[in-house]
């Protein structure tokens, strides 16, 4: 925890802050529409006027950070957000609330599931990460921002495959890895996780849960692999095929789709590849990236 400052000293800081607020005259951001961004002093004079006392010179940033979140109310006002927060962070790069707080207000639901903000509170998330390697809670958040709004699945189970590794991480994060790997594409990836945390459960209930995993990503591996052929088929003939037998009979593809736990393969309305064993794709995301719904098989 940072230390409280003296009275004479929060007197002469805020005498300081005062005095370059009112001389200094930084650039002026673009206007979004008829938003304008907050005008803040540049980092350099704060630094140089505020030698000594930047912990209160960022401490008066936050505040303003906390109070522009409070205002907000389209996704511009919130967009303010990011400013401050970036301001306070590198004068304070070690304030670490500052990084979780804002990183997590700034996304705005604009409707229709359509976000703003997004790519500054990524921003912060990382560059809080730069500084706080161990923080449980900054993973999960860019997690989450890297598959819900930049769909980059892959370095997502990255993120999550790191922070499934630190105290206090939820139970349920390495699962959510390996689904996260299988949405990417990186079936592999989330194998070679399901596998080496199988071989390394204390459990028996948590070791079959993992083989379980290892069973599901093979099985969305020989899904995409058939899913890979009515692709080509439907190049060849612009129409996808009736039925998985027809893919084999016509060479699209090379062998028999195999099903690890037993079941059949069909092409559902969808057009794409399901399993009769598996009622769920091992997907996060649906393919239109239309909400955060486990995918469903069609009515055949």
């Not at 800081?13 to 540049?42: I, K, N, S, W, Y």
């Not at 690890?260 to 309305?269: E, K, L, N, R, T």
């Not at 009769?276 to 486990?294: A, K, S, V």
């Amino acid at each position: 925890m940072r230390s409280r400052t003296s009275l004479p000293a929060l007197l002469v800081g805020a005498f300081c802050l005062t005095a370059l607020v009112l001389l200094a005259a930084p650039p002026r951001q673009q206007p979004r529409g008829p938003h304008q961004e907050p005008l803040l002093p540049r980092q350099e004079l704060l630094r140089l006027v505020g030698r000594g006392y930047l912990e209160l010179v960022a401490d008066y940033f936050w505040l303003q950070t906390i109070q522009a979140t409070g205002r907000a109310v389209v996704a511009e006002e919130y967009g303010d957000i990011y400013p401050y927060a970036e301001l306070t962070t590198d004068l304070d790069p070690k304030f670490g609330l500052v990084y979780v707080f804002a990183g997590g207000a700034l996304p705005t639901n604009t409707g229709r599931e359509i976000w703003a903000n997004t790519d500054e509170s990524t921003r912060l998330l990382r560059k809080g990460l730069k500084m706080f390697p161990d923080d449980l809670k900054m993973h999960m958040l860019l997690a989450y921002n890297l598959s819900a709004f930049h769909k980059q699945y892959q370095e997502a189970a990255q993120v999550l495959e790191r922070a499934s590794r630190l105290p206090g991480a939820p139970s349920y994060l390495p699962a959510l890895a390996t689904r996260l790997y299988a949405q990417s594409g990186s079936v592999d990836a989330g194998l070679a996780l399901a596998r080496s945390l199988a071989d390394a459960a204390d459990d028996e209930e948590t070791r079959e849960l993992f083989k379980q995993r290892v069973r599901e990503l093979e099985l969305e591996g020989e899904l995409r692999h058939v899913e890979a052929s009515i692709d080509r088929f439907r190049q060849e003939f612009g129409t996808a095929p009736p039925d998985v037998e027809t893919l084999l009979w016509l060479g699209f593809l090379d062998r028999p789709p195999y099903d690890p736990q037993g079941g059949g393969f069909f092409i559902g309305a969808d057009e794409r590849a399901y399993s009769q064993t598996q009622q769920r794709r091992l997907e996060i995301f649906t393919p239109d990236n239309r909400g955060y719904q486990w995918a469903m098989p069609m009515e055949r």
